[in-house]
């Protein structure tokens, strides 16, 4: 399989939370996968897209709602995980280009769901974690977190926070300035 170097596809997901432990019977679930194509020759974000993906082993709490906006309601309305998974691998040949997201809980939840569920991984062996690149990049003692990130370069934070597509678009916007940046120096 030839790779794609084009583009790197940058994602950011929301999950079933709970403000303590999840209750009994219930496992976190991909509710929403923000995805935001970036333009490796330009830096140019290409989409700022939303999939809401309904929860098959947990139901939104009210503390996952006010963190992400979800509703339960919503994601009763969301593709299947499956269908999400898909439509990464082919709409977006994520399982043949670099991919990246702000630290490494998504991948990992992407790796446990599709485990757990049976379901295809949809991303190549490629993943760019943006957390630990600005941490070097910029010399810093410790991870901070996104929005941190952003305000730490000047950048503003776009759309609302803990909404995955445009998490994903600020990423993509700030791993583009960090790429910029190690160039220059």
């Excluded at 509710?31 to 989409?47: D, V």
Aim: a neutral charge.
């Amino acid at each position: 399989m030839t790779r794609k170097y084009d583009q790197i596809i940058v994602i950011d997901i929301e999950c079933t939370c709970w403000e303590k432990l999840p209750p009994p019977g219930q496992e976190t679930d991909i509710i929403e996968i923000g995805i935001c194509p970036l333009n490796t020759a330009t830096g140019e974000r290409l989409e700022r897209r939303s999939l809401i993906v309904q929860p098959q082993r947990s139901t939104v709490s009210p503390f996952c709602t006010r963190l992400t906006s979800l509703t339960q309601e919503q994601v009763e309305h969301g593709i299947s995980f499956v269908q999400a998974c898909n439509i990464l691998r082919f709409d977006y040949q994520s399982h043949r280009r670099v991919w990246a997201s702000y630290g490494d809980f998504d991948r990992q939840q992407f790796e446990r769901q599709c485990a757990a569920l049976g379901v295809t991984y949809p991303f190549g062996a490629s993943h760019l974690n943006v957390k630990t690149l600005y941490t070097l990049i910029r010399r810093l003692r410790h991870d901070v977190g996104m929005a941190d990130a952003l305000r730490l370069l000047d950048m503003p934070l776009e759309g609302t926070h803990h909404r995955g597509g445009d998490d994903a678009w600020n990423v993509a916007g700030l791993l583009w300035r960090l790429l910029l940046e190690r160039q220059k120096g």
